[in-house]
């Protein structure tokens, strides 16, 4: 005959526990001691209470995800660096390296714990070419490098917002910021086109006769 077993113990601020498990039978005939399966859980009187969490979370560098943890009345979590509480159910998690978070969810009498982890996206680095001076009515061309995705502003003068090259022929000089986007994150630069005055011609006309020079 099998029988499951809950032990309950208080292990106070302990993060480990040695167990040692003796026969305290009276009488060693037979095959009367064996063990089939072994887990480990905190209960109390037969309870059992299951957390739920949300998945791991990637986040922009200086970004911030929500946590959610749900099964219980209690909430701990740890480590606190980053999370804007720790003893609720729902923390916002803004840690700045890689962190797992482990949620204790507790009804009062029996306790489990759950693990979600927030992972940190690299920012991507925005590239833009050089500032450019042009003369009026003249194309010239801004190429942007660094992501997957870009945007640029104002779009005046442009022949595209969201392309990596774009040709500008602006009516007056106009600074150009592009946001580069890797995922969620991104990055930005500036590039100025500077549209040259147009020259006027100057002088007056002269009569000049044939074989002669005029200055």
Do not use: H
Not at 139 to 162: H, R, V
């Amino acid at each position: 005959v099998w029988i499951q077993n809950c032990v309950v113990w208080n292990s106070g601020s302990a993060t480990t526990a040695q167990i040692s498990i003796l026969n305290q039978n009276a009488f060693f005939s037979g095959n009367d001691f064996g063990f089939d399966d072994f887990s480990f859980r905190e209960c109390m009187n037969g309870c059992q209470i299951t957390p739920q969490i949300s998945p791991n979370a990637t986040i922009c560098r200086n970004g911030s995800a929500q946590l959610n943890s749900s099964g219980g009345t209690i909430y701990s979590w740890k480590p606190a660096t980053g999370l804007s509480n720790t003893s609720i159910a729902n923390p916002i998690a803004s840690p700045l390296v890689n962190t797992t978070y482990t949620v204790i969810v507790s009804n009062g009498q029996c306790a489990d714990s759950a693990t979600v982890s927030v992972s940190i996206s690299p920012d991507p680095v925005a590239a833009v070419s050089p500032n450019v001076a042009a003369c009026a009515n003249t194309n010239s061309q801004l190429i942007a490098s660094g992501g997957n995705s870009y945007l640029w502003s104002p779009a005046n003068g442009l022949s595209s917002t969201t392309s990596a090259t774009v040709t500008a022929n602006p009516p007056t000089t106009t600074q150009y910021t592009v946001v580069v986007y890797a995922g969620n994150c991104s990055d930005t630069a500036q590039v100025t086109l500077t549209v040259l005055p147009t020259p006027e011609a100057s002088g007056q006309d002269a009569r000049v006769c044939s074989g002669k020079s005029v200055q």
